[in-house]
């Protein structure tokens, strides 16, 4: 078991930037892939960010290809994702995920989820 706390959201400018962190508890995060997700106000959540358990290996939604960069530190048990060039369609709550075995884009591939972080991108 593995408890998530996502954090760092907030209100910032287009073309500002935001760290998001996301913090576990329980077991420790090397033994997982971890992913971010984002939800917008009338739409279904979708895949922003995905990293293997070693942080070898790196996935994108492509909409936020070139913008964001996500990594992990297995010492502190956190996954982050650095936003830059933040656009008005940016704006979500954020949510980080675990999963046991190998995941990418896919919500159901994950096992655990934390409760979100809002980040707020004025145009």
């Known amino acids: 078991q593995v408890q998530l706390v996502a954090s760092g959201g907030g209100l910032v400018q287009a073309g500002g930037s935001l760290r998001l962190s996301c913090t576990a508890s329980?077991?420790?995060?090397?033994?997982?892939?971890m992913g971010w997700f984002r939800q917008a106000p009338g739409t279904e959540r979708e895949f922003v960010a995905a990293?293997?358990?070693?942080?070898?290996?790196?996935y994108y939604a492509d909409s936020v290809k070139g913008r964001f960069t996500i990594s992990r530190d297995n010492a502190k048990n956190t996954v982050y994702l650095q936003m830059n060039s933040l656009k008005a369609e940016d704006t979500a709550v954020y949510y980080c995920?675990?999963?046991?075995?190998?995941?990418?884009?896919?919500?159901?591939?994950?096992?655990?989820w934390g409760q979100g972080t809002q980040v707020t991108v004025s145009s």
């Open positions: 995920a675990a999963a046991e075995r190998i995941a990418y884009s896919g919500q159901e591939d994950y096992d655990y």
């Open positions: 329980g077991r420790t995060t090397g033994s997982y892939h």
């Open positions: 990293i293997s358990w070693s942080g070898g290996s790196t």
